[in-house]
């Protein structure tokens, strides 16, 4: 046997972008470890990507072609040549386009776990055919739009600083599941110098356990807690006036949102003692420097906007800003310095402005018989809607449309994609060359193939060249050669060496080095669309209990469930349980209005009364209903950029019969 060690990067779905030393004996990936590069990884990597060769080669891997056999849902398919299968969609995508329309075909593209440039040619493909556009709401949108709202496109201040933090938030976090280098960096900070932690978060995680401070907030009601903490911070004159003037503007206009709620009238709303909220204020205002690590557990509710602008105002409000270890860690997307776009030349179709449908509502849109156009075509790729929407029941409804024409691009045969008339399979970053930007650190890196194709997987990128192709349209637009690829990366010296930071000279210091892009360079505290100030809405639901779905260390989002899934249990704490005459481990039913769960019972003390928790990303052969929590969850929208309001689901855990 010959064995070779190949260095490249993870692109999935976490903040940490670890650098990978990747094993392969005889043609086949054996081994997957952290190597050198992205200084982040620090020598380790996630259990979840150390296992992933058992998805590059798990027995649901799609190697060939596939085309429906069975009714939809069932997963009966024959396998098929590329030409087949291609020629198949090419026809579907043809007579839609002549028939209702180029609106009529939907891309449902996400990839939040591909490469950067995987969806480079497909989206230059979609646009020039004219299809319908899907907005990414289902995650970080508010959060986004939020920091956005605030800071405008500023650098968020980078992780590494925190070690010189002499006061850390983490508010909405769970980074010792979801961003595993961080937790390290807190700990060094505490112990070397003598850093004091903040949680904020309804369940008593890994961080919150040695945190100095923990409020365990009801879900849906950060924005009063946020509220709170600014009108203490007036309260006790530890507003930094000088700063304020200089740097922000709408400051009254929020505090006089936020006077409306003093510590004990927040208490009542947020299920946290007064006495935590003025000692988190009182920790806000007169330790220095500190940080606020925001993560994307607030804006999953009807009230998430108003909640990530109102913690985004906090660290503004103390001017907590201006040295190493201060200011706000959030996504870090927008750091990474890439010249490419999807445009089309100006033409009139290209101005054209197709319709867009947001992903929460779109089980809705697939069902809808009044829609002009209907949804003839859905192109899925990067995506197992069928169990990360909400309102899952929905989404499945429309899945097994007869009239719908459904493409699945994948590398396993997911829930989705049993619904599919057509698979195709997709390779993994293993197998493609790209590059890696990471959205948690300073780093941008090559991601290199280690390995051939598996079986017949093509990755996103040659499929859209080839449906491209197929459709007459100029290739010239669609090149992902290597060399393209590398020249999307811009440097001022022209060079690429494969792993580098991305961190701008001098650091990324905010309101010094860098200010928020707005045309004052001021942050904005009272510009939220529609809303101006921050507000918080009462929800009206019958059912007690909240529903949170945090990850595991078992998937990101649904992926690695193949293999590994979470344990699908429901979490409730003991009093909840006691209450309900519940013991851990009992059959339970997990219910509301729009469906029913059987589970197991699992009591846990880490939960605040009141809620209760379920894996996200779970399949649906995970529950014997086949359902998951997301059939749980209402497809309602936030109060900024339509995200998704999945801490919104109230519920009921009784008895199994």
Same mark, same amino acid.
């Given at each position: ?55 590059? @080669? ?24 590329? *030409? ?120 008593? %995680? ?13 879900? &849906? ?39 409306? !709620?003093?510590?004990?009238?927040? /208490? ?13 204020? %009182? ?38 800003? &201006? ?14 310095? #890439? ?7 100006? %033409? ?5 402005? $197709? ?20 949804? +003839? ?15 899952? =029941?929905?989404?499945?409804? &429309? ?14 045969? %997911? ?8 698979? #195709? ?19 941008? =890196? ?15 990128? /040659? ?9 007459? @349209?100029?290739?010239?637009?669609? *090149? ?12 001022? +010296? ?11 000279? &001098?650091?990324?210091? =905010? ?14 505290? /009272? ?11 009462? #929800?009206?639901?019958? @059912? ?22 979470? +344990? ?17 481990? +009992? ?8 469906? =029913? ?21 779970? !399949? ?11 059939? #749980?969850? $209402? /497809? ?22």
């Amino acid at each position: 046997m010959t064995a070779t060690e190949h260095v490249t990067a993870c692109p999935l779905d976490c903040p940490d972008t670890c650098s990978l030393t990747v094993t392969v004996t005889d043609g086949r990936l054996t081994k997957v470890d952290a190597a050198p590069g992205n200084p982040f990884t620090d020598g380790y990597i996630c259990q979840k990507v150390k296992h992933h060769a058992r998805r590059v @080669y798990a027995p649901e891997r799609v190697l060939t072609p596939l085309i429906r056999t069975g009714t939809k849902g069932a997963g009966e398919f024959r396998t098929a040549s590329w *030409d087949e299968a291609l020629d198949l969609v090419v026809d579907h995508l043809r007579a839609a386009e002549a028939g209702a329309g180029p609106e009529s075909v939907v891309p449902f593209v996400y990839n939040s776990s591909a490469p950067l440039l995987q969806d480079e040619a497909g989206e230059r493909l979609w646009r020039r055919f004219g299809a319908s556009r899907i907005r990414h709401t289902v995650c970080a949108a508010t959060h986004g739009a939020a920091y956005h709202v605030v800071f405008g496109d500023m650098f968020s201040a980078d992780p590494f600083d925190v070690e010189h933090s002499q006061l850390i938030v983490v508010w909405g976090a769970n980074p010792t599941v979801s961003n595993i280098h961080f937790p390290p960096i807190v700990t060094r900070a505490q112990r070397e110098h003598g850093a004091t932690v903040v949680v904020v978060d309804p369940r008593r %995680t890994a961080m919150a356990a040695r945190a100095d401070l923990h409020l365990a907030v009801r879900p &849906g009601t950060d924005v009063v807690l946020a509220y709170a903490v600014a009108a203490e911070l007036e309260r006790q004159g530890l507003l930094a006036d000088g700063f304020l003037a200089e740097h922000a503007t709408g400051v009254e206009e929020f505090l006089d949102g936020a006077r409306a !709620w003093t510590s004990d009238r927040a /208490a009542e709303v947020c299920g946290v003692p007064a006495a935590d909220i003025v000692r988190f204020a %009182t920790l806000l205002g007169t330790v220095r420097p500190g940080v606020v690590r925001l993560g994307w557990g607030p804006e999953r509710n009807r009230n998430g906007g108003s909640a990530c602008i109102a913690v985004l105002a906090l660290p503004v409000l103390a001017g907590q800003f &201006g040295v190493p270890g201060s200011g706000v860690i959030a996504s870090l997307g927008n750091a990474t310095p #890439l010249a490419w776009d999807a445009r089309e030349p100006d %033409t009139p179709e290209a101005r054209r402005r $197709p319709r867009s449908f947001g992903m929460n509502q779109f089980g809705a849109a697939l069902c809808d018989p009044a829609l002009d156009p209907p949804i +003839d075509v859905l192109f899925v790729q990067g995506s197992n809607l069928a169990v990360t929407n909400p309102d899952q =029941q929905a989404v499945l409804r &429309g899945l097994a449309r007869d009239d719908l024409f459904t493409v699945v691009h994948d590398q396993v045969l %997911t829930d989705t994609a049993r619904y599919a008339d057509v698979v #195709l399979p997709a390779t993994t970053h293993f197998e493609t060359h790209d590059l890696a930007a990471s959205y948690g650190s300073y780093v941008l =890196q090559e991601t290199r193939p280690v390995i051939g194709p598996v079986g017949e997987s093509r990755s996103n990128n /040659a499929l859209a060249a080839e449906l491209a192709r197929r459709l007459g @349209y100029d290739l010239t637009r669609f *090149d992902v050669s290597r060399a393209a690829i590398l020249e999307r990366c811009v440097r001022d +010296d022209g060079a690429y060496d494969g792993a580098r930071a991305v961190r701008p000279a &001098g650091g990324t210091v =905010q309101f010094r080095d860098t200010k928020p892009s707005h045309a004052d360079g001021r942050a904005r505290l /009272a510009s939220m669309p529609n809303l101006g100030v921050p507000r918080y809405e009462e #929800l009206d639901d019958p @059912y007690p209990l909240a529903l949170i779905t945090p990850a595991t260390a078992k998937t990101i989002n649904s992926m690695f469930g193949e293999f590994q899934p979470a +344990d699908p249990a429901v979490h409730l704490h003991p009093d909840d349980a006691a209450r309900r005459g519940l013991a851990d481990g +009992d059959p339970v039913v997990v219910r509301n209005d729009r469906a =029913q769960i059987p589970t197991t019972l699992r009591v846990d003390p880490a939960l605040r009364p009141g809620v209760v928790s379920m894996p996200k990303g779970s !399949w649906r052969r995970d529950f014997a209903g086949g359902l998951t929590a997301n059939a #749980l969850t $209402p /497809a309602t929208l936030s109060d900024l950029a339509d995200g998704a309001c999945f801490n919104d689901t109230r519920v009921e855990v009784v008895a199994a019969d």
